[in-house]
């Protein structure tokens, strides 16, 4: 079993950026995909991207093309999403989460483990 931490999260303005970590622990992920998944209020939770196990594939749901990165330094155990120009409609839970295979999936019955979430707010 492994241990998913986020953060990162906050309040910002509209047009701003946060950048979201995610620290794994309990044992290694560098051999594992992990995603960044989220959750607004009344919603499913969705794919939003990412990575292979060894950082060389990415991919993005659409509406996030062109203003979030993610990337991972598998030395550190640790997975990031940088977000710029953020909207309103990115406000939602963020979920980290992890695969012990190393394809990029986007379903979350894909991913192992998961951590609790951490809040991102954009205000208008």
């Known amino acids: 079993q492994v241990q998913l931490v986020e953060s990162g999260g906050g309040l910002v303005q509209a047009g701003g950026s946060l950048r979201l970590s995610c620290v794994a622990s309990?044992?290694?992920?560098?051999?594992?995909?992990m995603g960044w998944f989220r959750q607004a209020l009344g919603r499913e939770r969705e794919f939003v991207a990412g990575?292979?196990?060894?950082?060389?594939?990415?991919r993005y749901v659409d509406s996030v093309k062109g203003r979030f990165i993610i990337s991972r330094d598998n030395a550190k155990n640790t997975m990031y999403l940088q977000m710029n120009s953020l909207k309103p409609e990115d406000t939602a839970v963020y979920y980290c989460?992890?695969?012990?295979?190393?394809?990029?999936?986007?379903?979350?019955?894909?991913?192992?483990?998961w951590g609790q979430g951490t809040q991102v707010t954009v205000s208008s």
């Open positions: 309990g044992r290694s992920v560098s051999s594992g995909a």
């Open positions: 989460a992890a695969r012990r295979s190393p394809g990029v999936m986007s379903l979350p019955s894909n991913y192992d483990d």
């Open positions: 990575i292979s196990a060894s950082g060389s594939s990415t």
